[in-house]
């Protein structure tokens, strides 16, 4: 493929809001997980909370997509200058020409569970003033951010469980290759609801301490909530703005230069034990962006803490790569953040490229002797020019991106 330059990106997580929050936490190898404070669930677990988001307030004129996801969308694009970077390539390329593509598992559903509790005793209808469509419907997230944005160019979203955000970048190289955008907006957004926490722990797959990604006694994932935006074009001048990645780790600006995508097609939830379809992922995001597997210098791992995933994934990963590759999770800093997994963790892989570092596996303490990859368990300095985001969803649906300098 073509690379796309990513020209600016930014995150929010429960490591803080955006870049410099994530990076300190990351070379600290701190985590932001906590012990379960969500009122809608009442459970002995630790989550990934993102705080101040209660206290976000959507403009007057978008008050009809007010919830839980949505503010957290908002928070997150007024990290880092995003929103001001937008304004820049809405006046460069005009609001038609610039596309909203993004990712979420359950969108605002909080805000359909706490419509249910304040149904008419009598009729069980809900409240008049619940709005589906501008919170819970999979379209609200990015009709919310579209119009926040000021841009009108092509718009959806992308529900595909963990791997949402990151097959996102697909969908935007596919569409500025055919000349229906000039550039795009892409990313993801999931949030704390009571269905995620309560659903997950009935499937046992919930840890009553923080996640432990490829540890010997993992006990399961941490739910948490986060966003991650990019702004993707076809070339990275002219801009009045630095540019993500200019100059940092002696490299030039950031670019996505591979994707693969592919499907287990073995289990409802369980992935392939051989990891043949992240393999296949991984393989097909090597041959579009022209590399061997020896050129990538480090992958972000899925790696959630399941037994099962974990498992899977280094088979997957010893198959493509062998059993050198530097590798992490970073799910024990930020917990399990869903549909905006893929987002996060692309923002953190351009992170590590921009400070030339490797995080590690910050709440692992013993290494599954089973696994056989090079999983770190600290932060690295090392000089990096290209890196693997490995999202794997639930029910085998792949996708694994690649980013790297260009010079």
Known sequence: MTPLFVTHYTLTSALGHGKDATLSALLQGRSGLRANDFADAQLDTFIGRVDG?????????????????NRLAQLALEQ??????????RAKYGARRIAVILGTSTSGIQATEHAYRHRDPESGALPADFHFAGTQSMGSVADFVRQYLGLSGPAFVISTACSSSAKVF??????????????????????????????????????????????RDRKGISIGEGAGFFLLENSPLPSPLPLAGEGANGAGPLALLGYGESSDAYHMSTPHPEGLGAALAMEQALAAARLQPGEIDYINMHGTSSRSNDAAEDQGMQRVFGTNTPCSST??????????????????????????????SCTTRTLDPELGCAIQLQAVSRPLRR????????????CSLIFGAQP
């Open 53 to 69: 988001v209660e206290d976000i307030a959507l403009p007057p004129s978008l008050e009809y997509f007010d919830c839980r996801n």
């Open 331 to 360: 799910k024990g800093a930020t917990g399990h953040t869903l549909g905006a997994a893929g987002a996060v963790e692309a923002a953190i892989s351009c992170i590590c490229l921009e400070n030339g570092f490797t995080p590690g």
């Open 170 to 215: 697909a969908s935007a190289a596919r569409l500025m290759q055919t000349g229906l955008c000039d550039a795009a907006v892409v990313g993801g957004v999931d949030s704390l609801c009571a269905m995620t926490l309560y659903g997950f722990n009935s499937l046992q797959l919930v840890s009553p301490e923080p996640c432990r990604p490829c540890d």
């Open 387 to 398: 890196v693997m985001s490995n999202s794997f969803g639930f029910g085998g649906n792949n």
């Open 80 to 89: 880092d200058g995003f929103a001001s970077a937008i304004e820049t390539a």
